[in-house]
């Protein structure tokens, strides 16, 4: 999806396919793959954690104090058919909330070094990609999320963590992704 241990300051446009996930994600202020949220900039946060892509989106309002971005967006992969979620560090759902929380509590300075102080309502949202083994499916129902219509996923808001969260399966990611694009695939000829 995009490479590990990078950012998008340091990687061309064309080496990212995160339009396989959704095509707006291709679209953002600022991409981390892998890096620590401590080395992330404008964030002043003592988290050693790595989200595995972490993506902030610049405001679109323009008003006079604005935050330095309108959401928060957390992309968490898991290794196929993966059953051992028995921690909470390895837990997904845990995982997410977590990024999103030391994110947020992170003291956040603009261009100059000059603190921002960004409202706790800023929206996040979490993308979990993984099979959808009996324990994944426990713990989507352990936090109140629905199934989606083709039951090959999941997703709900947490008005707690202000965070709207997706479960996706690796089938259904690929499915969705060959069916929107299936007419560029088609005039490209590679369908």
């Known amino acids: 999806m995009f490479p590990r241990h990078q950012t998008s300051d340091t990687t061309p446009y064309e080496e990212q396919n995160l339009w396989i996930i959704d095509e707006k994600l291709s679209y953002h202020y600022f991409l981390a793959s892998d890096v620590r949220i401590c080395d992330m900039p404008n964030i002043a946060s003592a988290s050693e954690k790595r989200p595995d892509i972490c993506i902030f989106n610049h405001p679109i309002a323009f008003v006079d104090e604005r935050p330095p971005y309108d959401s928060i967006v957390i992309i968490e992969?898991?290794?196929?058919?993966?059953?051992?979620?028995?921690?909470?560090?390895?837990?997904?759902?845990?995982?997410?909330?977590?990024?999103?929380?030391?994110?947020?509590?992170?003291?956040?300075?603009?261009?100059?070094?000059?603190?921002?102080?960004?409202?706790?309502?800023?929206?996040?949202?979490?993308?979990?990609?993984?099979?959808?083994?009996?324990?994944?499916?426990?713990l989507a129902q352990d936090h109140a999320l629905l199934p989606t219509p083709d039951g090959m996923g999941f997703f709900g808001y947490n008005p707690n963590n202000q965070t709207y969260v997706e479960v996706i399966s690796y089938d259904k990611l690929l499915g969705d992704a060959l069916k929107r694009n299936r007419i560029l695939f088609e005039k490209l000829g590679i369908a």
């Open 77 to 138: 992969f898991k290794r196929p058919m993966r059953k051992d979620f028995s921690e909470d560090d390895e837990n997904p759902f845990a995982q997410v909330y977590g990024y999103i929380r030391d994110i947020r509590a992170g003291n956040k300075s603009d261009i100059e070094g000059r603190p921002i102080d960004a409202p706790i309502g800023v929206p996040g949202y979490a993308y979990i990609i993984c099979d959808l083994t009996k324990q994944i499916r426990a």
